[in-house]
């Protein structure tokens, strides 16, 4: 009978880095900020004033993550909202997330 290969730690296979800086850096900033500045503050923004749309975004933005990192998670939706509304581009919030999860990424790595 075949055994399947046995399982290695996360860290020991060398594209897990790759994948993880992939995923933070680009994959997650895209996404993220299509969801929440391109639709929910864009769509809250045709009703309510700017201030108003972004932090509801922002809110919605940091409920969605991990309860320890909310209140950074919600600090970093306000910056890319108002990266948002001063560029009218999705791409000025979408370095600025890319940034921060790159900050975080390599402060974790560092230890």
């Known amino acids: 009978m075949l055994q399947p290969p046995a399982a290695t730690?996360?860290?020991d296979h060398p594209w897990n880095g790759v994948w993880l800086l992939g995923l933070t850096?680009?994959?997650?900033?895209?996404?993220?900020?299509?969801?929440?500045r391109?639709?929910?503050q864009g769509g809250l923004r045709r009703s309510l004033p700017a201030w108003q749309a972004i932090g509801i975004?922002?809110?919605i933005f940091a409920i969605?993550?991990?309860?320890?990192?909310?209140?950074p998670v919600?600090?970093?939706?306000?910056?890319a909202g108002v990266a948002y509304e001063r560029s009218g581009a999705l791409l000025a919030p979408m370095l600025v997330h890319a940034a921060y999860n790159a900050a975080i990424l390599a402060f974790?790595?560092?230890r």
Do not use: K, N, R, T
């Not at 919600?74 to 910056?79: A, K, Q, R, S």
């Open 74 to 79: 919600f600090v970093l939706g306000l910056c």
């Open 64 to 71: 969605m993550h991990p309860p320890a990192s909310m209140l």
């Open 38 to 40: 391109g639709l929910i």
């Open 25 to 36: 850096v680009l994959a997650a900033p895209l996404c993220e900020e299509f969801i929440f």
């Open 9 to 11: 730690p996360l860290a």
């Open 57 to 59: 975004a922002a809110a």
């Open 108 to 110: 974790q790595l560092s």
